[in-house]
């Protein structure tokens, strides 16, 4: 199977695209009502985060049903109308498989709890707990019911790791995937699978809270290997993509080269980990360049020369908005947008577009913790405050950092919360709707421009398979990028500041065709003056 390299993801989150009921809650009819919008933008495949049974703990990545439709969201039918409907819209669904970890309300546990050895053995149980920390704080062991023994939960309390060493542990899973595989689902996006490999002994382990003692462990290629035969492996077409968690090159270019038989792609993290003080996701810092510039191009060229792949993303519903991070947001809005999106869609990969990005959207202003909904940013503030933070230190930091940030409503128009709902939204909308909405923007700069970009990738071969080198290494402004393909060359130059910045073009390229560009009037020079975020591709 070979995924097709020309084409652009768009993420979904359903919960906050376009509710259709009144009940505050986007839906799948919501989403059928808007793949005009979506062909219109270009993209060829639409990823949807979990709208499966769920009580909702984490947003439905507490999965207490594979294979149904949570009734929040609809009904199976019109799971299968949305399917049908995309397809007309030259569109492919992406499913989001949370297959480390199910809700301790799916049946499973609670058969597990109630005593049954068969069940119990599909989670990771312990008569001590070990030194990990649960990535939404604490320890990341809880008592399982009163046996005296303890479940592994590397997320929140109710979800629990399941155990894939045990056979019917896999077998379950396959079986999932293969459930919507049967109802014409060709994309799967694997939540946190370089997790799933945990070794037979568990043992303590106090770096980085633990993580290297269950993190890309060597198992974990040989359980992707099983996956892949036993579900996708044989489709034709599609495209699967895995999240991978504190992951190295190495790791990802054995998950994602063809040759290993695993993933087409991987999503890594450690460029959205520029602006964390030391590591540490629960601080305010600003975006360090050269750290993002050296990340870009370690992880482009090594994938490149392994021949890994990578999914290439500024956002998604984990992630404060790009632009708040990376942009001065007040006078540069738009450039910010244009730069950043050239910035991933020239480059080696597969871009993802998380729904809002090709309008601008920006973090909401919220103004106390009660808006926000979601468990780590609730739990995160409480471990601030006990950390010694005063409540603003605290909210300051959950304001810049929320994973809610991405999750408000879509702003469709100026209409009362941004005419995503006519009721009362689960989230509240950003403030910014009344000025950054998708009416507005159809007559601005940004949504263009991600049109543009995605039709230069299904186009030009150069763009979709050229390798990647990096290029003015040691700019301390630009992130530049060269690709080539078949004698062809592309420069991409990326100005990341609200200065201007001068490049020595070279010879070549002065006599370079301009590809792209987020400015007006470019006359190419050997002095070329970046304006403040401009992107200019320039092809030979
Ligand atoms: C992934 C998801 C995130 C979720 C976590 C646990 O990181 O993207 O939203 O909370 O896995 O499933």
């Known amino acids: 199977m070979t995924f097709d390299k020309r084409q652009v993801v768009y993420q979904i989150y359903p919960k906050s695209y376009k509710d259709t009921t009144g009940n505050g809650v986007g839906d799948l009819r919501g989403i059928i009502e808007k793949l005009p919008y979506l062909q219109e933008l270009g993209v060829d495949v639409i990823w949807l985060n979990p709208f499966y049974p769920s009580p909702q703990r984490d947003n439905g990545y507490d999965i207490s049903d594979y294979t149904a439709v949570n009734p929040l969201f609809g009904t199976m039918a019109d799971f299968e109308e949305l399917t049908q409907a995309a397809k007309k819209h030259g569109i492919e669904l992406m499913l989001d498989m949370v297959l480390n970890h199910c809700s301790t309300e799916h049946e499973w546990f609670q058969r597990a709890l109630a005593g049954d050895k068969y069940y119990q053995d599909f989670f990771i149980l312990r008569d001590q707990p070990t030194d990990w920390v649960s990535k939404f704080g604490g320890n990341a062991w809880a008592p399982f019911g009163d046996t005296g023994l303890y479940y592994l939960h590397l997320f929140d309390v109710t979800q629990a790791d399941l155990n894939w060493r045990n056979p019917h542990v896999r077998e379950e899973m396959f079986k999932v995937v293969n459930f919507w595989r049967e109802k014409g689902v060709k994309g799967f996006r694997f939540d946190v699978i370089n997790l799933i490999g945990k070794d037979e002994a568990l043992e303590d382990c106090p770096i980085s809270d633990g993580k290297p003692a269950y993190t890309d462990r060597p198992i974990n290629h040989d359980y992707l290997k099983m996956l892949n035969q036993a579900t996708f492996g044989q489709d034709q077409g599609g495209m699967t993509v895995g999240e991978m968690s504190f992951t190295t090159i190495p790791n990802c270019v054995q998950y994602s080269n063809p040759a290993s038989q695993e993933l087409d792609m991987v999503f890594n993290f450690h460029h959205l980990k520029v602006d964390y003080e030391d590591g540490q996701k629960w601080t305010v810092k600003a975006f360090d360049f050269e750290e993002l510039k050296n990340l870009f191009h370690t992880w482009g060229e090594g994938m490149s020369a392994g021949n890994g792949w990578s999914a290439l993303f500024w956002n998604n519903h984990d992630q404060p908005r790009a632009l708040n991070r990376f942009v001065d947001v007040k006078n540069f809005r738009a450039e910010g947008a244009t730069m ?137 402004k630009v992130y530049a990028f060269e690709r080539q393909l078949d004698g062809q060359k592309l420069l991409v130059l990326n100005n990341f500041f609200s200065q201007e910045a001068t490049i020595q073009l070279p010879a070549d390229y002065q006599t370079g065709q301009v590809l792209i560009t987020n400015y007006d009037g470019v006359e190419l020079a050997e002095h070329l003056v970046l304006k403040p975020y401009q992107t200019l591709a320039i092809v030979l």
């Not at 780590?376 to 930091?397: C, H, P």
């Not at 709902?421 to 507005?440: D, M, R």
Request: no cysteine; proline share 4%; hydrophobic share 35%.
């Open 340 to 476: 950043l999106a050239a910035a991933i869609h020239l480059s080696r990969g597969t871009p993802y577009i998380y729904m809002g990005e090709e309008i601008g959207m920006i973090d909401p202003d919220f103004e106390s913790m009660a808006d926000y909904v979601d468990v780590e940013s609730i739990n995160a503030y409480q471990e601030l405050l006990a950390s010694g933070k005063s409540e603003k230190e605290a909210f300051a930091i959950i304001q810049t950092k929320s994973r809610d940030n991405s999750r408000t409503p879509m702003q469709w128009d100026g209409s009362e919360h941004a005419g995503f709902t006519t009721g009362t939204p689960w989230l509240k909308a950003g403030q910014s709707y009344p000025e950054i909405n998708v009416e507005k923007e159809k007559s601005g700069k940004i949504f263009r421009f991600y049109q543009e970009l995605i039709a230069l990738r299904k186009n030009l071969p150069l763009i979709a398979e050229g390798d990647y080198q990096a290029a003015f290494q040691d700019s301390d």
